[in-house]
T-cell receptor
Framework: EPEVTQTPSHQVTQMGQEVILRCVPI?????FYWYRQILGQKVEFLVS????????KSEIFDDQFSVERPDGSNFTLKIRSTKLEDSAMYFC??????????????FGDGTRLSIL | AQKITQTQPGMFVQEKEAVTLDCTYD???????LFWYKQPSSGEMIFLIY??????QNATEGRYSLNFQKARKSANLVISASQLGDSAMYFC?????????????FGAGTRLFVKA
């Protein structure tokens, strides 16, 4: 079964540095998402991406964050000037074409980001 | 206001018994989808089951079934014949078709412990 793959599985970064989290969505999916989960808390929506542009973003997704689909397969989340509170599990997800609300999002295994 | 409410932070169930995990939701949309995800201790998000707002029959997927009561805005997950491997965090989630954009909104989760 096709999978969403995320790299790296664990990223350790010094506070203030930039980090890029990478994702390869399922190949025929058209909608892409980033979520984050601070340890022990609920999963929070960050941003959705469709047709090469951001379709929606949450209040968490401020100027510190950006997303990009640099080629036909990768989908990246860049976090600039990382802060301690950016430490979390970051999930990439993708979903099928068609009505988005009735399609499950398939999640990658996540990247655990630790800011020191 | 919370869009997804899971009132059980933790649940215990004896192996081979059935267990119901509660979920209520709040939306004014007519078109929406309800989802359940499982998150084992390893951290990945596993899609379990989906229920559409227009579906008249309760969704079933193997040992998982969704008890959908639209008027009460509840979408409880029923796991039959619990197994030790079912011990995990379970998240109820919703996507709204008209006003919600593409994002999935998650509840706070219920941690299920299956006892041998």
């Amino acid at each position: 079964e096709p999978e969403v793959t995320q790299t790296p599985s664990h990223q350790v970064t010094q506070m203030g540095q930039e980090v890029i989290l990478r994702c390869v969505p399922i190949s025929n999916h058209l909608y892409f998402y980033w979520y984050r989960q601070i340890l022990g808390q609920k999963v929070e929506f960050l941003v959705s991406f469709y047709n090469n542009e951001i379709s929606e973003k949450s209040e968490i997704f401020d100027d510190q964050f950006s997303v990009e689909r640099p080629d036909g397969s990768n989908f990246t989340l860049k976090i600039r000037s990382t802060k301690l509170e950016d430490s979390a599990m970051y999930f990439c997800a993708s979903s099928d074409p068609g009505q988005p609300f009735n399609q499950p999002q398939h999640f990658g295994d996540g990247t655990r980001l630790s800011i020191l | 206001a919370q869009k997804i409410t899971q009132t059980q932070p933790g649940m215990f169930v004896q192996e081979k018994e059935a267990v119901t995990l509660d979920c209520t939701y709040d939306t004014s949309d007519q078109s929406y989808g309800l989802f359940w995800y499982k998150q084992p201790s390893s951290g990945e998000m596993i899609f379990l089951i989906y229920q559409g707002s227009y579906d008249e029959q309760n969704a079933t997927e193997g040992r998982y079934s969704l008890n959908f009561q639209k008027a009460r805005k509840s979408a409880n997950l029923v796991i039959s014949a619990s197994q030790l491997g079912d011990s995990a965090m379970y998240f109820c989630a919703m996507r709204e078709g008209q006003t919600g954009g593409f994002k999935t909104i998650f509840g706070a989760g219920t941690r299920l412990f299956v006892k041998a």
